[in-house]
């Protein structure tokens, strides 16, 4: 082998300087980059349901760029979902540390929903609609500040004594189905329905139904969708 001529043509390929490889790893940074800023906004804009392909639209990529930097779209989600979570239990934790108990449960209703209005991902978790892991992960890191914060308001007298911090997973659930609300000229409905959740948070006479929700039972509920989502594929796939 003429090794000074192999070496000639290294020089050609990469550049005598050594730039062109360092070029072309700037490059595929860059794009990478952009495919994660471009998931961010698709995913928060359109939820769970889109695809690499998409992703790959959106940040104006090709998508066989996309898919030499990542094999599929969850490998995407991780991350950002991560970042939903955080902000999450960013949200209670401050909730948690409100001097006044009561406005710290007003503040938690009002920015939880609001997140959910403005990423519709978070809706998707929410809902379990994709991959339940991620909805128990968020219940395992918002309870604990909203049990603090349920125990001051409870000895503060502001709360009813038979709420849980397990019962607002299913309240932020039903108050997501507003946030796609149809009814025009309606904007304040989420408020009114936060309002209402919180007239019934108030002390009463009168005990809730039945008990709240253990976070067991939540979770098993997780799996049992899953379970269920896991045995339609089975068939779908069997039909085809």
């Known amino acids: 082998m003429n090794i000074p001529a192999a070496r000639a043509a290294d020089a050609e390929v990469t550049g005598v300087d050594g730039t062109g490889p360092r070029r072309l790893r700037a490059d595929a940074a860059r794009?990478?980059?952009r495919l994660i800023d471009a998931a961010a906004e698709v995913f928060a804009a359109r939820g769970m349901d889109a695809t690499l392909d998409d992703i790959a639209h959106h940040a104006g990529v090709?998508?066989?760029t996309a898919y030499r930097h990542f094999a599929n779209k969850h490998e995407l989600a991780r991350e950002f979902l991560r970042q939903c979570i955080d902000r999450a239990a960013a949200v209670a934790e401050e909730a948690a540390a409100d001097p006044d108990p009561w406005a710290g449960l007003t503040s938690f209703l009002e920015r939880s929903l609001e997140m959910i209005?403005?990423?519709h991902a978070l809706f998707d978790v929410l809902t379990r609609a994709y991959?339940?892991?991620?909805?128990?992960e968020?219940?395992?890191r918002t309870d604990p500040p909203l049990e603090r914060l349920l125990a001051r308001a409870k000895a503060?007298?502001?709360?009813?004594a038979d709420i849980a911090a397990t019962d607002f997973a299913p309240i932020l659930e039903?108050?997501?189905s507003l946030t796609g609300s149809d009814i025009s000229g309606a904007p304040y409905l989420p408020h009114r329905y936060i309002d209402l959740v919180l007239?019934?948070?108030r002390p009463s006479a009168k005990p809730l139904t039945g008990k709240p929700p253990a976070r067991d039972q939540l979770r098993e509920a997780v799996a049992s969708k899953a379970g269920r989502a896991g045995a339609a594929d089975s068939v779908h796939a069997t039909n085809l």
């Open 31 to 33: 794009n990478r980059q």
């Open 156 to 160: 503060a007298g502001v709360v009813r």
């Open 199 to 201: 007239a019934g948070l």
């Open 117 to 119: 209005a403005s990423n």
């Open 174 to 176: 039903m108050l997501s």
């Open 138 to 140: 968020m219940l395992d």
């Open 62 to 64: 090709n998508v066989a």
């Open 131 to 136: 991959d339940g892991k991620h909805f128990v």
